[in-house]
T-cell receptor, first 112, second 111 residues
Framework: GNSVTQMEGPVTLSEEAFLTINCTYTATGYPSLFWYVQYPGEGLQLLLKATKADDKGSNKGFEATYRKETTSFHLEKGSVQVSDSAVYFCALSEFGNEKLTFGTGTRLTIIP | EAGVAQSPRYKIIEKRQSVAFWCNPISGHATLYWYQQILGQGPKLLIQFQNNGVVDDSQLPKDRFSAERLKGVDSTLKIQPAKLEDSAVYLC?????????FGPGTRLTVL
């Protein structure tokens, strides 16, 4: 079956540091890949997505590239801010099926 | 545009009691999902509706969980009877096609 493995947290960084959160996946066929973010007290929000190999999703300074050869979709940001503190989830859906399979989430805390 | 609404936001019950959660999706969204998010884990799909029909309920523990979506709009998820391991956040999401929009969730504690 499908699965998503995320880098374990929590992750604590200083403001303006470089961020990488690793995500690898196992899937049959050609899945779409997503990063969702959950800010304190709020629901999950789609941060970015990529639907085919070598696509790069980007939003709010975050980027992730769909790497089929390494089955990875690592999340990166060049300079994090305190407001980026949240829980980040990597997820996938199979082609033609909207059902999402999530990773366990990575809690990110940015200190000023 | 109003988001996905869920109620209650918090619920505490004792084991073997019953509980129900309500979800109002974004207007016009045909697909509705219920997820269970246990502490420290990612959300797990329980059931998916397309309008008022069930598309996928393979992960729903049908001996105690039930869900309905009357008239293809609001939905309720019920647990009867609850077990300690049902303590989790129950998330509702809706989708027009493609991106899913999530509600704030209902945090259930079973004592």
């Amino acid at each position: 079956g499908n699965s998503v493995t995320q880098m374990e947290g929590p992750v604590t960084l200083s403001e303006e540091a470089f961020l990488t959160i690793n995500c690898t996946y196992t899937a049959t066929g050609y899945p779409s890949l997503f990063w969702y973010v959950q800010y304190p007290g709020e629901g999950l929000q789609l941060l970015l997505k990529a639907t085919k190999a070598d696509d790069k999703g980007s939003n709010k300074g975050f980027e992730a590239t769909y790497r089929k050869e390494t089955t990875s979709f690592h999340l990166e940001k060049g300079s994090v801010q305190v407001s980026d503190s949240a829980v980040y989830f990597c997820a996938l859906s199979e082609f033609g099926n909207e059902k999402l399979t999530f990773g366990t989430g990575t809690r990110l805390t940015i200190i000023p | 545009e109003a988001g996905v609404a869920q109620s209650p936001r918090y619920k505490i019950i004792e084991k073997r009691q019953s509980v129900a959660f309500w979800c109002n999706p974004i207007s016009g969204h045909a697909t509705l999902y219920w997820y269970q998010q246990i502490l420290g884990q990612g959300p797990k799909l329980l059931i998916q509706f397309q309008n008022n029909g069930v598309v996928d309920d393979s992960q729903l523990p049908k001996d105690r969980f039930s869900a309905e979506r009357l008239k293809g709009v609001d939905s309720t998820l019920k647990i009867q009877p609850a077990k300690l391991e049902d303590s989790a956040v129950y998330l509702c999401a809706s989708s027009p096609q493609g991106e899913q929009f999530f509600g704030p969730g209902t945090r259930l504690t079973v004592l």
